[in-house]
């Protein structure tokens, strides 16, 4: 059992930049898959970036080429760059870690808030 904590976000004006940060209280070496969600006002949450061992890295279409995952198994950290924030990134980030199959149990983090003003 781990307990994912996240970091990082804020107020920052369009343009800008953040960095999330995900701290795990244990080792996440187990965690094949690990990724970033988000949840806007009234909208579901979606996923906005996976890193998936042997399979590199995914992103959803409205943050390619924007946002950069990366994961520190020495460190138990899951790191989100996020650049050029658009007032559309508004929204509670989500760290998200899934446990290898047969398993799959996913655990989360609290979120939080990233807020982009135009």
């Known amino acids: 059992q781990v307990q994912l904590v996240e970091s990082g976000g804020g107020l920052v004006q369009a343009g800008g930049s953040l960095r999330l940060s995900c701290a795990s209280s244990g080792s996440i070496s187990h965690f094949d898959a690990m990724g970033w969600y988000r949840q806007a006002p009234g909208k579901q949450r979606e996923v906005v970036a996976l890193?998936?061992?042997?399979?590199?890295?995914m992103y959803a279409e409205s943050v390619k080429g924007r946002f950069t995952i990366s994961r520190d198994d020495a460190k138990y950290m899951l790191y989100l760059q996020m650049n050029s924030l658009k007032d559309d990134d508004t929204a509670v980030y989500y760290c998200?870690?899934?446990?290898?199959?047969?398993?799959?149990?996913?655990?989360w983090g609290q979120g939080t808030q990233v807020t982009v003003s135009a």
């Open positions: 998200n870690a899934v446990l290898p199959p047969p398993n799959g149990y996913q655990y």
């Open positions: 890193i998936i061992r042997g399979r590199g890295t």
